[in-house]
């Protein structure tokens, strides 16, 4: 059974780095303030979000799982708005779910929970470095700091924060998961 993920195209690709033109999509996502540490937040938004999937919304739907779970440093409040992503910053982690592609920011369900909020991302470009192993910070800031690197040494500007991008089951052994950092970018390499 394949799992949905959001539609992109391959722009390029330069060494380990992959330049990807993502379409429009709705994620749900929450900002976890306070968590102990990376791993905590993540956890915490994944049980949020996981609840909404599973009927924690007005109309009890289930909604199907996709991927990534994406995790961002958040930087502002998240009001109530009618793949897991995570980012993290002074204002807290923030942890997305990709919605399948079938919804539309009038046709997903509201979410029970005021802290988890639907939002529609635009098309973009993203530099993307693939890598396994386990979902730990120190995995995740050595990532980082190999993509911002390399993207710096092209001449590549970023915007925004970087992301972790999961794809796969707690239950896959690490050595086998698929993870992602990626950050959205101005342009392509010039070669």
């Known amino acids: 059974m394949s799992i949905e993920e959001p539609a992109y195209t391959v722009r390029d ?16 996502e929450t900002l976890v303030e306070g968590a102990a540490d990376f791993e905590s937040a993540g956890n915490e938004g ?17 909604i199907a799982m996709t991927a990534p779970v994406s995790q961002t440093g958040g930087s502002e409040k998240i009001a109530m708005t009618v793949p897991v992503q ?4 002074a204002g807290g982690w923030l942890i997305a779910f990709t919605l399948p592609k079938q919804y539309t920011l009038e046709t997903a369900p509201v979410p029970g929970d005021s802290r988890v ?14 890598y396994s192993g386990r979902w730990t910070e120190s995995n995740y800031n050595e ?4 993509l911002l690197g390399i993207l710096a040494a092209a ?13 796969n089951a707690p239950f896959i ?8 950092v990626m950050i959205e970018v101005d342009s392509l390499p010039l070669r």
């Open 86 to 89: 995570q980012t993290g910053s």
């Open 155 to 167: 001449g590549v500007a970023v915007r925004g924060e970087p992301q972790l991008a999961r794809y």
């Open 143 to 146: 990532s980082r700091d190999e």
């Open 117 to 130: 909020r639907i939002v529609s991302q635009p098309a973009r470009l993203f530099a993307v470095l693939r």
């Open 13 to 28: 690709t330069s060494g380990k780095i992959e330049y990807r033109e993502y379409a429009p999509y709705l994620k749900a």
């Open 173 to 180: 052994p690490p050595f086998m998961r698929r993870n992602e």
């Open 46 to 62: 994944f049980r949020r979000l996981f609840r909404y999937i599973t009927g924690g919304n007005t109309t009890q739907s289930k």
